[in-house]
């Protein structure tokens, strides 16, 4: 794993790897993170006991999305990877010009699954910023709340990444089929964010 420093060097080079899907799967371990934190917290507090059964589960979660989406840090750099490398191939003849379009658009494809998955595991973030926070934990609705913003920010930057790919991909079934997936995805991340920013309010708390 790099340091957070020689990632973030990585991502201000003029390399197009790693770029904005990267970014968005540690933006949302990062939300992960902050979830299993509070959820650690809780569970060893003796003043939420009755909690407890709760927030180790919120734990065992949390911890199983973070690593998923540290996980598709990696793929997601692969499957671009693969696009610009399919671009550097010959295409001096139909043949070859043949063979390129139709790998370019499996690559594509790919490269649009890729961040979907991290849109759908950033959704899962924010649903359980949303358990974290009902947890009760008044001192740490604060952090289950970024936990919130960083999962549903990771899920916007994760869409814009999948936008991008379809916008070159010929497949119009495809692109319709995963438009409906990030749609459904967005409704929920957007009603999710907005119920955790009513529990976790200054008034609420």
């Known amino acids: 794993m790099d340091s957070l420093e020689a990632y973030s060097e990585a991502l201000a080079s003029a390399r197009p790897t790693p770029g ?53 840090r990696g793929t997601d750099e692969a499957a671009f990877g693969a696009v610009i490398d399919v671009q550097a191939l010959p295409r001096a003849t139909d043949a070859e010009k043949a063979e390129r379009g139709a790998r370019l658009q499996s690559a594509l494809a790919n490269a649009a699954e890729v ?17 974290a926070i009902e947890l009760g934990n008044k001192h740490l609705a604060s952090d289950a709340g970024c936990a919130a913003e960083f999962g549903h920010a990771a899920l916007a930057a994760a869409a814009y990444n999948v936008r991008a790919n379809h916008a070159w991909l010929h497949d119009k079934s495809l692109v319709e089929s995963n438009e409906a997936r990030l749609h459904s995805l967005e409704h929920d991340g957007a009603t999710l964010l907005a119920r955790v920013r009513e529990l976790g309010s200054p008034a609420a708390t």
Do not use: F, Q, W
Not at 117 to 126: G, H, K, T
């Open 20 to 72: 904005g899907g990267s970014a968005a799967t540690i933006v949302g371990a990062l939300g992960a993170a902050l979830v299993a934190m509070v959820a650690r917290i809780t569970r060893e507090s003796p003043k939420h006991s009755a909690r407890a059964n709760d927030a180790a589960s919120i734990v065992v979660r949390a911890d199983s999305l973070r690593a998923e989406l540290l996980s598709n």
């Open 115 to 131: 961040p979907l998955r991290s849109a759908e595991l950033a959704r899962d973030v924010l649903a359980l910023a949303l358990e």
